[in-house]
């Protein structure tokens, strides 16, 4: 039982490349979320989505996109990279009202 | 839009003293939730508090919640080295949890 999968874990990208993290979980949650992590900043949300199908803006959207593919999968993109984007991006799940299962983390730096 | 402040952000504890950390919020909420995070690693779920009033304890940590006062407190006792690590306390809104900063704690001998 994998729980929550991030892919990659570590990303080197130029200014102006593209990639996409994906995220799979196995645990038939309904909801899917978004987050980067920053020294001295917690957690902030990008995106999320409630249910297959949906998608909704988090706190910090900007310069990312994201694609609910099925109930499993949930892939955050970067369509052109830039220095701010260099951080920890984690994937989480949850049932509604409850905590939040976080995978292990994709590291992305941004020359 | 809520707000939620953690104090203090770093603590440095000898071991076998008593620690609190603060979690303070903005907005009213009945759902608030305790992390911990090892340095490079994910973060794992601590307590989950769903109501006013609400106290969990597991080991040397004890957290309780005070929706009144928008206030969640964690607590340490008789601090040991493996509690060393990072604690966020997150606050449910609209369906989205909202994270504090963090706290960095670290135990010395």
């Known amino acids: 039982n994998a729980g929550v999968t991030q892919t990659p874990k570590f990303q080197v990208l130029k200014t102006g490349q593209s990639m996409t993290l994906q995220c799979a979980q196995d645990?038939?949650?309904?909801?899917m979320y978004w987050y980067r992590q920053d020294p001295g900043m917690g957690l902030r949300l990008i995106y999320y989505s409630a249910s297959e199908g949906t998608t909704d803006k988090g706190e910090v959207p900007n310069g990312y996109n994201v694609s609910r593919l099925n109930k499993r999968e949930f892939s955050l993109r970067l369509e052109s990279a830039a220095p701010s984007q260099t951080s920890v991006y984690f994937c989480?799940?949850?049932?509604?009202?409850?905590?939040?299962?976080f995978g292990e983390g994709s590291r992305l730096t941004v020359l | 839009e809520l707000k939620v402040e953690q104090n203090p952000l770093f603590l440095s504890m000898q071991e076998g003293k008593n620690y609190t950390i603060y979690c303070n919020y903005s907005?009213?909420?009945?759902?608030l939730y305790w992390y911990r995070q090892d340095p490079g690693k994910s973060l794992e779920s601590l307590f989950v508090l769903l109501s006013n009033g609400a106290v969990k304890q597991e080991g040397r940590l004890m957290a309780s919640l005070d929706t009144k006062a928008r206030l969640s407190t964690l607590h340490i006792t008789a601090a040991v080295h493996d509690l060393s690590a990072t604690y966020f306390c997150?606050?449910?809104?609209?369906?989205?949890?909202?994270f504090g900063a963090g706290t960095i704690l670290r135990v010395k001998s």
């Open positions: 997150a606050v449910e809104y609209g369906n989205k949890l909202v």
């Open positions: 907005t009213t909420s009945d759902r």
């Open positions: 989480a799940t949850n049932y509604p009202d409850r905590e939040l299962f």
């Open positions: 645990m038939n949650h309904n909801s």
